[in-house]
Nanobody, 121 residues
């Protein structure tokens, strides 16, 4: 069994910064793409940023230039540095991987439980 667990959410004023972390646990051999999604109240979940195992990144237009995704493959951890936060960035942020290879099994579409980010105006 593998798990993703997010941390680092909280309440911040507009213009502030937060850093989210997501650690994968279990008997992991490799992790393919890792990404961050968010879901605002009453809205659909949207992808915010993603990073491949080789380090290639892509971002939603709404966060380009403000958010930076990175990963530490040795620690099976992905980060999301969020700067210049806006009230519209408020939501539950979820960590995801499309494929995690463990000792005996491959897991697809793995999600963390989420961490709440609230940006006050």
């Amino acid at each position: 069994q593998v798990q993703l667990v997010e941390s680092g959410g909280g309440l911040v004023q507009a213009g502030g910064s937060l850093r989210l972390s997501c650690a994968a646990s279990g008997s992991i051999s490799s992790i393919n793409v890792m990404g961050w999604y968010r879901q605002a109240p009453g809205k659909q979940r949207e992808r915010v940023a993603a990073i491949s195992s080789g380090g290639s990144t892509n971002y939603a237009d709404s966060v380009k230039g403000r958010f930076t995704i990175s990963r530490d493959n040795a620690k099976n951890t992905v980060y999301l540095q969020m700067n210049s936060l806006k009230p519209e960035d408020t939501g539950v942020y979820y960590c995801n991987s499309d494929r995690i290879r463990a000792t005996m099994t491959i897991y697809f579409a793995v999600w963390g439980p989420g961490t709440l980010v609230t940006v006050s105006s």
